[in-house]
């Protein structure tokens, strides 16, 4: 029943949509080993001269000293890299706590507020995070809170909270209820039931979902741009710097190995994913 | 004294149109030690709710259930001497077999010598030796059944509360695990409590069967007394099947009462303490009635082949509803239009208490 | 005395998301719509008293003296509305192909191409969009090979235009079309296409009175996920979009860190706020009437 011309061309238009999805970053990851520091779209030689520079081995390409220059400050990325991994790590720690408790309590126990805690929780994924970085600013600047990276967590968990809570809640939401009847009925009680049969159960929703908070934060701009001090700039805001001062090719560099570590986390996402199914 | 204890157990739920709906309408059920008790009925009549009273899952909103004479109400499900094999097995799919089978000892804080002699012992019960070290995923339906059932036993529960946990076998394993319950049950010596909406079932395993319907029970006795002399229309019709006859009865004479439907079909039944002029429902199963020269003139309109047995449908030829007859099947077998004659003994027509 | 410690584990459970939330959510919002009415500082800051023209500049009613009212707000807010609009239909014309025909591959592909969809979830904003400016810039990969093949004899200027702008935010917004749309158009019932079929409908016939509607929900999803990000949007057009392409986003930001007129920043970010509310309302209530007709 399949027309095979129409199937052709939709295979065609498919593949020219992922072609499009793909093609810049291999732009990217092309011109990052492109030697034309001039025009970068115009191919001279093979170079690893902009991965050297960004890792702090400039000095030992000496063939052009034009080259070292271009290179910003190294420190200030590794820095700025420092700063998000800290921030992602403490944002992923709680909202995963926050998160799973949350769905936990509103999935397992029946009260009155439960329809508005459900709705409430949607809000803050919903609202644009323009509004909410500026809000955040506002607050901050307004009870006298020093911008800085505890402005920044906070200004991450405020919406990652709800990324957990949700990925949480599908998993509780496809497991059989009778798996903790059967604790409780065994003996266990409620905390021996959340400890060894709840919590193992939803183990890999709660990694997912910390997988995801950690991923969001690490590349959030928005929020951090408002909230974040000027000795607290993260990845992303000093890239944003970086682009907006114009293009500069280390910034190819940079964006290379960003891709190519979103690649591994993604792949390991994957494998999560593959682990919850047994 | 019995075991277990229930008296006028009630338990409301609220319906989503927001009316209220007794699941359980004043139970009394007495379970005695090392008896196998089966709950009966269809969807809806209260027979998980009561299971799941005794278990500790549901809270009663009023009346008492007691074990050994000890009020269970003010006890969580994790501090009842009873268990429970779940209808979805519940097994806990991070955990071995053996993890799974020694929980309630793990979660009691036995040591682990005293845990894995336990459950290579509940595993031998339930035939799964040797396979402690697989996870629920590796396992056949079968196989699950039984880690459930083993897991169930291990802590040495004062009552088994199972619910349906065969409806998810296939016909053959299920009739098989129905008599390894059973055997089950002798070997260990505790009252089991079983819940299953299968007549057929209810009535190869259980020393009793409680039928229930709406919230209340209908009938409690053995299969026997079940099938034999139910009570009223309701279990009648639910357990195995059934001719019902609505009659008035025209004359007594010696013990056997002459009665007729509307449409003049006449039967003999015992007759009890009915006077002439009473009205009378009377239950006769297929396999009362046996093709003969003589009786009840009847035309075959149907004949749905068994194996070894015939089941006709036969339309009396004064009228009135078919009657249903079960027949061996041969090669004089009578054939779809033929005319039969049905012929019962008197004595095992059974008289409805309620009309 | 169970359902007393019942609500002592929910309120452990509860109190700190009602907390947090309460605090660094409820609150920022509240502070925004009370900052909209007050007076702005003269050296940024606000000072506390009610000030009415922060949205009277934007929609007509300034007095004239101590603020004017100028049509460019609304314009530019249309223009955001206009944007956000158009990333939709383009994410959903793009999409809605693709979906189709990934959720009719064979098993193996199906995860590939699923896998390839949501690596970009994992890959840096900025960084996606910083490729296109690589491409799309006067002296760019594209004007490199249009020149090079004499496809054209001037450079095109398609950076800093709406265009630009619309192109990026389809780039990025592209996967939360996709994910919802599939998964609609994967859940339908094929049996549903084969019987219309069966029927008598023709291909075009099945397509508009049998999966389109059975999708309609993805649809609405995915419309939903991309509109509101988009709408309030400054990243792209800051770094894509010039003068014409500025959306209100760029607006808020300007007011927040270089004009530093916190209250009308507010106003502005409620106006925001008030449209993702709206759109989200409406699509709730659509959704719940349609739940309900299904039911």
């Known amino acids: 029943m399949r027309n095979p011309i129409g199937w052709a061309a939709l295979t065609a238009f498919s593949l020219g949509f992922f072609l499009f ?218 890239i944003f710097g970086m682009v907006r001062r114009g293009v500069k090719p280390e910034i190819n560099a940079i964006a290379t190995m960003m891709i190519v570590a979103s690649v591994i986390i993604a792949a390991l996402g994957l494998w999560l994913r593959s682990r919850k199914t047994d | 004294m019995a075991l277990l204890e229930i008296r006028k157990a009630r338990r409301e739920f609220i319906t989503p149109e927001g009316g209220r709906l007794a699941a359980l309408d004043g139970v009394d059920l007495d379970v005695a030690a090392n008896e196998f008790v089966t709950l009966l009925g269809p969807s809806g009549c209260g027979k998980t709710t009561l299971l799941r009273s005794i278990s500790g899952f549901e809270t009663l909103d009023a009346g008492t259930i007691r074990l050994d004479g000890a009020d269970l109400s003010a006890l969580p499900p994790f501090r009842r001497p009873v268990n429970t094999v779940f209808q979805s097995y519940a097994l806990f799919g991070h955990m071995t077999v053996a993890r799974n089978v020694g929980y309630a000892l793990e979660v009691r804080g036995e040591d682990r010598q005293a845990r894995s002699r336990a459950v290579g012992e509940a595993l031998e019960k339930v035939g799964l030796t040797g396979m402690g070290a697989r996870k629920p995923s590796q396992l056949s339906g079968g196989q699950r059944q039984r880690v459930a059932l083993a897991r169930a036993i291990i802590g040495q529960p004062r009552i088994l509360l199972l619910d349906e946990p065969l409806s998810a076998l296939d016909r053959n394993l299920r009739q098989q695990m129905q008599i390894e319950l059973k055997t089950l049950q002798h070997t260990l010596g505790i009252a089991f409590v079983f819940v299953t909406h299968d007549q057929e079932e209810a009535l190869t395993m259980s020393d009793r069967i409680v039928v229930m319907r709406a919230g209340q029970i209908e009938q409690i006795g053995t299969p026997r007394t079940i099938y034999r002399q139910p009570k009223n229309r309701f279990v009648a019709e639910f357990i195995g099947e059934t001719n019902l006859f609505s009659l008035t009865i025209d004359q007594i004479d010696a013990g056997l009462a002459h009665a007729r439907t509307a449409e003049g079909l006449q039967l003999r039944l015992p007759a009890g303490g009915a006077k002439v002029g009473d009205k009378a429902l009377a239950v006769l199963r297929p396999s009362d009635f046996t093709l003969s020269d003589q009786g009840i003139a009847a035309t075959v309109t149907k004949a749905v082949y068994l194996g070894s047995d015939l089941y006709l449908f036969a339309q009396p030829a004064v009228g009135g509803p078919e009657i249903r007859v079960t027949a061996r099947d041969s090669a004089q077998a009578p054939q779809v239009g033929a005319v039969v004659h049905l012929a019962y003994d008197p004595a095992a027509a059974h008289v409805l208490e309620a009309a | 005395m169970a359902m007393r410690r019942q609500t002592a584990v929910l309120t452990a459970l509860l109190s700190p998301v009602t907390l947090f939330l309460g605090v660094f959510f409820l609150l920022p919002l509240l502070i925004i719509a009370v900052f909209s009415f007050l007076t702005p500082g003269l050296y940024g800051g606000v000072e506390w008293a009610f000030y009415p023209w922060n949205y009277g500049r934007i929609f007509g009613w300034a007095d004239g003296i101590m603020e004017i009212y100028e049509p460019i707000y609304l314009q530019i807010m249309a223009r955001s509305l206009g944007f956000a609009a158009m990333t939709v239909v383009l994410c959903l014309l793009l999409c809605y192909p693709v979906a189709f025909w990934v959720s009719r591959l064979p098993a193996r592909w199906r995860l590939l191409f699923l896998f390839l969809i949501t690596l970009p979830f994992f890959s840096s904003l900025i960084v996606r969009l910083y490729a296109w400016l690589l491409i799309l810039k006067p002296s760019g990969l594209l004007n490199t090979v249009l020149l090079g093949i004499g496809v054209i004899s001037e450079p095109l200027e398609i950076l800093y235009t709406p265009a630009a702008v619309v192109l990026g935010m389809v780039y990025v917004m592209v996967p939360f079309m996709f994910l919802p749309l599939f998964s609609s158009i994967d859940n339908l019932d094929r049996a549903l296409v084969e019987a219309s079929m069966d029927l008598g409908a023709t291909r075009f016939q099945t397509f508009i009175k049998v999966i389109l509607p059975q999708t309609l929900p993805g649809i609405l999803g995915g419309a939903v996920i991309v509109f509101i990000p988009s709408v309030g949007n400054f990243i792209v057009p800051d770094v894509l979009g010039g003068a014409k392409g500025l959306m209100i986003g760029n607006l808020v930001e300007q007011q927040f860190l270089s004009a530093r007129n916190w209250p009308f920043g507010s106003a502005l970010s409620m106006i925001v706020m008030a449209v993702v509310l709206t759109v989200l309302l409406t699509s709730i209530t659509f959704a719940k009437r349609k739940g309900g007709q299904n039911a």
């Open chain 1, 21 to 238: 999805i793909y093609a810049p970053l291999l732009v990217i990851i092309g011109y990052s080993f492109n030697s034309n520091p001039v025009n970068m779209m115009i191919w001279e030689h093979f170079t690893l001269d902009w991965y050297r520079g960004l890792l702090g081995l400039a000095e030992r390409v000496s063939d052009n000293n034009n080259r070292a220059a271009y290179i910003e400050s190294t420190d200030q990325m590794f820095k700025a890299l420092r700063i998000s991994l800290t921030v992602a790590g403490c944002t992923t720690a709680i909202s995963t706590v926050i998160g799973t408790a949350t769905a936990i309590a509103l999935s397992r126990y029946k009260f009155a507020a439960k329809g508005f805690y459900n709705g409430f929780l949607m809000l803050p994924m919903m609202m644009p995070d323009i509004v909410l970085g500026i809000g955040l600013l506002i607050f901050f600047v307004t009870i006298g809170m020093q911008l800085s990276l505890l402005t920044i967590i906070i200004g991450h968990c405020t919406f990652l909270t709800s990324y957990v809570f949700i990925i949480v809640q599908a998993r509780i939401a496809g497991l059989d209820p009778a798996l903790e009847e059967a604790s409780a009925d065994l003996g266990a009680s409620e905390w021996l039931t959340l400890r060894k049969v709840l919590l193992p159960q939803l183990a890999p929703g709660i990694l997912g979902g910390a997988l995801l908070a950690f991923v969001i934060s690490m590349d959030d701009l928005v929020i951090t741009y408002f909230v974040a001090g000027t000795d607290s700039t993260t990845l992303p805001v000093f």
